[in-house]
């Protein structure tokens, strides 16, 4: 799979703060990815219909074993009901054992900073490790 370029959702003002959250997903082993990607697959069927997302990435390192995600929500409240509901609540469940350690990070940014560069991502990542 490759990269899921930024895909906006519902538009904000471009003065609303909004809740961002960022990822870095790395996989234990090779034969973990395919189960990985399906997992993507519904969370991202999910994300079409998810109330109160602006947008969000994927950025794909199958050979690395590593997925970065990247999203905006117009409140942290929104990306908590997001996280709560299936299937990201079951996927995440499922491939949890498969995973080495996750990061995660939590910032605000003002819709006009949408889409987050990646190399933001990775810095505040980097930082939270």
């Known amino acids: 799979m490759p990269a899921l370029p930024w895909s906006a959702a519902e538009p904000v ?14 996989l234990a082993h090779y034969r973990n990815i395919i189960g990985f990607l399906r997992a993507t697959m519904k969370i991202r069927r999910q994300l079409a219909t998810a109330e109160g997302l602006v947008g969000y990435a994927l950025d794909a390192h199958p050979l690395g074993k590593t997925f970065w ?10 990306l908590e009901a997001f996280s709560r509901a299936d299937p990201h609540r079951s996927s995440v469940a499922a491939i949890r054992p498969r995973m080495r350690p996750t990061t995660f990070v939590f910032w605000t940014a003002p819709a006009s900073e949408l889409p987050i560069a990646w190399s933001e991502v990775r810095r505040r990542v980097a930082e939270a490790s």
């Open 69 to 78: 995600t990247v999203s905006a929500w117009e409140s942290r409240e929104a």
């Open 13 to 26: 003002d471009s003065d609303h703060e909004c809740a961002v959250m960022a990822s870095r997903l790395p």
